[in-house]
Structure formats: C-alpha cells, structure tokens
C-alpha cells in the first residue's frame, strides 16, 4: 500500500499559518528532509494561505532548510488571510496546489490554521496533515504544542527579572501572557517563575479569582507579589483590567502591571521544542505515506499519535487540576 501511495503523493507543500512559534523552522526542515528521503519534490509556500491565493511557492532543496533549526520564527513567513475563509478564495488556492503538481500539504499552525485546513481538505477531498505550532498549548489532542516550552522559558527568564524590581519597590504585580481562552502558560509560568498566583480563563468562569487571591494569598508576611493573568475579557481584561479593579477595591497595594506581548513569541526554540518540532515533522510524512489525511500530529505519553482535525478543534483541552492545586499550595 506505501508504494501505491508514495506514486500518488510525488510533490508536497508546506506552509506555517497564523501567529509563529519557536520551532516552525525545526518543523520545516524535518518535513523538508524527510519528504525528499522519500524521493518527493518539496515545495515552500510563503505567507500562509494568502502564498496559495498569491501563487507564492518556491521549490525546496536540502539547503533551503539548512542551518535554520535555530531560527525562531518562520522562514515561509505568514499571514492571515481573510480571503481563504471564502469559497472563492480556497478555489484559488486549490488551483494553485494544482498548478505547482502540489499532491499533499502539511499545514503548520493552531486551531484557525487548523481549521481552514480541514475545510479546505474536505472540498477539494484533498490530503492535508497538520502540526500543532502555537504557544498556547490549547490544542487537544496533544500534550505539548511546537512553541510552547520556548515560549514558557521566557516567560519564566522575564518575570524572573521583574521580581527584582517587585521586591525592591515591595509592589504587586500583574503580569499578562499569552494564551486568549487557555491558561497554560498563566499557570506553569506561575509555577516555574515562584509567582504568587495565576488568573486563567479556565476558572475565571468559576470564582472570582481576584478576591480568593487577595483574602488568602497576599497576607502581610509578603511584602511583594506577582500574579499572572492570560490575556483577554475571560480573565477581566487581562493584566490591566485586574489591576484596574485592585486599585478601586483594595488601595492600599501599590499596583503596576507588565504586559510580555510579542517576547514570548521570539526567540531561539529550546531544545525540547526542537526535538518535538524534528518528530512531528518526520510523522507528518510518515502519515502522508499511510494514506492519513485530515489529522494533527500529536503526542501524547512521549508517542506520536494521530488526532483528527475535528477533535484537535472542537475539543477542548483541560487544565491540569494537579497543577493548580501545586501552585495553591506552594504560593501560601
């Protein structure tokens, strides 16, 4: 069966959609190197899905992918694309695909990315695998996303920096990181960086966070505190709207907040998230070759595994009650 698949699939393509992570040239490289070991014919796509509706493709070679792995960021680039959520705009890109001789597509990103991934497959009945690269880790299906151990390692260096000055000034500080309805790097980066509390949008719909934090966590022993809050409305308006409220309601702490933005998305790829990104990359080929299609590459228990698209992005991936109860403990 591999060999009838391997004489269907003769040309893939490759493209990293939506906000970049540490690791997506890892990703590319691995994807690159191991579709040409199997006698394929790469292509690069540049810009996301916006380079299939542009018709910005390039042909791959081994030395296109050299001496990148330690790259952040991406070297196809990308882009969102309102015009591919059209009908109009994805018969674009599937002539495109066409064009080039383009057989298969390994699509690098979250759950939007993901999304119009499955979409698109399901039109044009076309093979298409995905790898999870977000530093939000909120893709189900997965233990760990491509981006994320680099994106947490940062966070940890940066608040571990602020904490200086917390102690100095004896502040509270409200510390904003990524993440928009997933609180996964809130709350490890809590745990690693020795912050006081977090505030996710996973138990923001729960309690009011704020007020069981500022009752039982900042007693007088501390003359300082840093709290991480993920960004976005869940959580009262990220770092801001929190400290807004504190400032109203319990004047007495002097109140500053850091918002990390783009930091945590730059960088080096750590080692863990190369080693992944690599894995990932040789999988997608591998599930191209089984004749898989419509499915994220995951891993789960250190074992690659196949998720399909539906579950990666229905799905919603829970917060480790063990963690939270961690942190509440080790915060007193």
């Known amino acids: 069966m591999r060999e009838d698949i391997m004489s269907a699939i003769q040309c893939i393509g490759i493209l990293t959609s939506g906000g970049d992570s540490p690791g997506m040239n890892a990703a590319i490289r691995a994807v690159t190197r191991a579709a040409l070991q199997h006698s394929m014919t790469v292509k690069g796509i540049y810009h996301g899905y916006k380079g ?8 791959f070679q081994t030395r296109d992918v050299s001496n990148i792995i330690q790259r952040g960021g991406t ?7 309102e015009e ?46 995905g790898l999870p690269g977000t530093i ?37 500080f409200f510390i904003e990181v990524m993440g928009r309805e997933a609180g996964f790097l809130a709350l490890n980066g809590s745990i690693a960086s020795g912050a006081e509390a ?20 900042f007693n007088t022993s501390k003359t300082s505190s840093i709290v991480l809050v993920t ?18 309601e319990y004047p007495q702490f002097d109140v500053r907040v850091s918002i990390l933005g783009h930091l945590q998305r730059g960088g080096s790829p750590s080692a863990q998230d190369r080693i992944l990104a ?22 789960h228990n250190d074992t690659i595994v196949h998720v399909p698209f539906s579950k990666a992005i229905k799905n919603i991936k829970s917060i480790n009650t063990d963690i939270m109860r961690a942190l509440e403990i080790v915060s007193k």
Do not use: W
């Open 198 to 217: 977090a505030i996710i949008p996973e138990i923001s719909s729960q309690r009011d966070q704020l007020s069981d934090m500022i009752e039982h966590s």
């Open 278 to 299: 690599t894995r990932m990359g040789v999988a997608a080929i591998d599930a191209l070759l089984d004749d898989q299609r419509n499915v994220m590459i995951g891993i």
């Open 75 to 81: 070297i196809l680039r990308t882009a969102r694309c």
């Open 231 to 248: 960004e976005g409305e869940i959580t009262g308006g990220g770092a801001a709207g929190v400290a807004e409220r504190v400032k109203k």
């Open 136 to 172: 939000d880790n909120d893709l189900y299906g997965t233990d760990v996303t491509i981006g994320y151990d680099t994106a947490l390692n940062t966070i940890m260096e940066c608040v571990d920096k602020i904490r200086d000055t917390a102690t100095s000034h004896e502040r509270l």
């Open 84 to 129: 591919f959520r059209t009908p109009e705009g994805r018969k674009k890109a599937y002539e495109c695909l066409q064009e080039h001789g383009i057989n298969a597509l390994v699509v690098i990103g979250g759950d939007g990315s993901l999304t119009g991934a499955r979409i698109f497959a399901q039109e044009f009945n076309f093979p298409i695998v």
């Open 52 to 59: 299939l509706i542009t018709n910005q493709v390039v042909n």
